[in-house]
């Protein structure tokens, strides 16, 4: 069964980076993550869920931003490690929240890598930015 697992959350500090990890496992070899967008969201307490970046199926050469990550974030994967990260910077009290991670197959030659539905999603790790 496919899943995704997040990491890298914690308790930083205002300013500080942290790094967040999304380590995909059990995709089938005729579908193997390479096959899916991935896709970053976060939920703070009390409010809707929001969607912060994506990157495309394959060797990731698109990707796309939110406005509250555009300049401070940076999704990159390494499909050897089925592994997704991003990278946040300058983190304020306003990136408190849980970050998950989603997966949503795309077709060959789809560079696109948001959607509305997901296929797969991860549990979620916390990340809580105070001094």
């Known amino acids: 069964q496919p899943h995704l697992v997040e990491s890298g959350g914690g308790l930083v500090q205002p300013g500080s980076s942290l790094t967040l990890s999304c380590v995909a496992s059990g995709f089938v070899s005729d579908a193997p993550l390479p096959y899916y967008a991935v896709n970053w969201f976060r939920q703070a307490p009390g409010k809707e869920r929001e969607w912060l970046s994506c990157i495309s199926r394959g060797d990731g050469d698109h990707t796309e931003y939110a406005p509250s990550m555009k300049g401070r974030a940076t999704i990159s994967k390494d499909n050897a490690k089925s592994t997704v990260t991003l990278q946040i910077n300058s983190l304020k009290s306003d990136d408190t929240a849980d970050y998950y991670c989603?997966?949503?197959?795309?077709?060959?030659?789809?560079?696109?890598?948001?959607?509305?539905?997901?296929?797969?999603w991860g549990q979620g790790t916390a990340v809580t930015v105070s001094s």
């Open positions: 989603a997966a949503v197959i795309k077709f060959a030659g789809d560079s696109s890598c948001r959607s509305a539905e997901h296929d797969f």
